[in-house]
């Protein structure tokens, strides 16, 4: 008996059924969302990062400015005048746009603060410029042009005469774009 030939559409190679596994179009698809999904973990890590050094800079300024203040309260010969109160005429006065006094104290741990007045002040504002200096991302433009230290009658504002209050401006350089123009400030007005 001779054999019939084979129906049209069977082949050589049957299809199978159902297609086991993946494509390579399907596996593709799967790196590009995990690539994505890890870009953004990098992308928030970074952020976070930022906004943590930028929280850091601004404690260490609370706390530098504190530290002044408290400078100020210990030596009242060199802050306060006759009246009792905070002028332009102290030795802690630094108007915005004036350079500090270029006292470089080689000792500031050592430094006897005891007898007071004007020359202590000098080397209080000598040490708390190098700490300033280095502790925050400062530029001697940012020390001249933005850090103020005045009498202050109102909030934010120098006063031209005398005060009980004084008021503490200081700036530094910000990389996380949380501030404008990338240049923060802190002001602290305080009671003397």
């Known amino acids: 008996m001779a054999r019939s030939p ?6 050589k190679f049957p299809r199978p ?3 086991a596994g993946f494509s390579m179009i399907e596996v593709l698809i799967g790196l590009l969302v995990l690539c994505i999904g890890v870009l953004g973990m990098v992308s928030l ?3 976070g990062l930022q906004l943590s050094q930028s929280a850091n800079q601004r404690s ?3 706390m530098l400015a504190q530290d002044l203040v408290e400078m100020m309260r210990s030596n009242p010969d060199a802050t306060l005048n006759a009246a009792n109160l ?3 005429t102290s030795g802690y006065y630094k108007a915005a746009g004036s350079e500090f006094a270029s006292t470089s104290v080689a000792n500031c741990a050592g430094l006897d603060r005891s007898a007071g ?15 300033v200096q280095s502790l925050l ?3 001697s433009g940012l020390l001249k042009g933005n850090f103020t230290i005045c009498p202050s009658k109102q909030e934010n504002s120098c006063a031209s005469g005398s005060s009980s209050v004084v008021m503490i401006q200081m ?3 910000d990389k996380s774009g949380d501030c404008t123009d990338g240049i923060c400030y802190y002001r602290l007005r305080a009671e003397l």
Do not use: K, M, R
């Not at 084979?6 to 082949?11: F, H, Q, V």
């Open 6 to 11: 084979a129906p049209p559409s069977a082949s």
């Open 17 to 19: 059924a159902a297609v």
């Open 45 to 47: 890590q970074t952020h």
């Open 60 to 62: 260490t300024a609370v």
């Open 86 to 88: 905070f002028s332009n």
């Open 117 to 131: 007045g004007s020359a202590i002040a000098s080397q209080d504002l000598g040490c708390w410029l190098q700490e």
């Open 137 to 139: 991302p400062v530029t």
């Open 171 to 173: 700036a530094w350089q």
